[in-house]
């Protein structure tokens, strides 16, 4: 069965660079979260899409951005990355805005150096 | 305040030992829902159980079980004679109505480790 796919794996950009995550949710899924999971922390919940549209935001700073695609794939955009910004980020998909459960993503792994 | 308590942050048993993972969790939602998620040291968040508030059936899984108790915001998991390959970090999460949408907050995590 399809997955959530995220790329790229693994990521190692400097410090004020910029970078961008790219997720494909399960085919016919129309919701789209983005979540940071820093080492040794719980995944926090950054950004949702809906229909492609943004439909609820959680702890995502200003630097970063996000948007989902008329194929429903979505990519976060983050400026000026600092240290803290390593850490490893999720991309989940649902049908119906969560209410059937999640996918997630293997994740992308960021680090800035 | 934390909305998903996990108040074990480390757990060590030996292999074949039985290991119960606690959750409380927090809402003043009717509708709401209960996961558990299982994060080996690959990364990836593998999906365990998902559990709606209207439905308290414990459940079996093989070596895994689960029981749901409204009364007590409880949603603890429990793994029946341990292997190694359990050896993870498990997280609750709660998933509560925002908006539209329902967004899934975790707990800080269980790192269960299984010693051979």
């Known amino acids: 069965a399809a997955g959530v796919i995220q790329s790229p794996r693994h990521l190692i950009k400097e410090k004020r660079e910029t970078a961008t995550l790219k997720c494909y949710p399960i085919?016919?899924?129309?919701?789209v979260y983005w979540y940071q999971q820093g080492p040794g922390q719980d995944p926090q919940f950054l950004i949702s899409f809906y229909e492609k549209m943004q439909s609820d935001k959680g702890s995502i700073p200003d630097r970063f951005s996000a948007q989902q695609f008329s194929d429903y794939h979505s990519e976060l955009n983050m400026s000026s990355l600092e240290l803290g910004d390593s850490a490893l980020y999720f991309c989940a998909s649902s049908y119906g805005q969560g209410a059937y459960g999640y996918t997630f993503g293997s994740g992308t792994r960021l680090t800035v150096v | 305040a934390q909305k998903v308590t996990q108040a074990q942050t480390e757990i060590s048993v030996v292999e074949k030992e039985d290991v119960t993972l606690d959750c409380v969790y927090e809402t003043r939602d009717t509708t709401y829902y209960l996961f558990w998620y299982k994060q080996p040291p690959s990364g990836e968040l593998v999906f365990l159980i998902r559990r709606n508030s209207f439905d308290e059936q414990n459940e079996i899984s093989g070596r895994y079980s689960w029981n749901f108790q409204k009364s007590t915001s409880s949603f603890n998991f429990t793994i029946t004679a341990s292997q190694v390959v359990d050896s993870a970090v498990y997280f609750c999460a709660l998933s509560e109505a925002r908006g539209g949408s329902y967004i899934p907050t975790f707990g800080r995590g269980t790192s269960l480790i299984v010693h051979p």
């Open positions: 085919p016919r899924h129309d919701t």
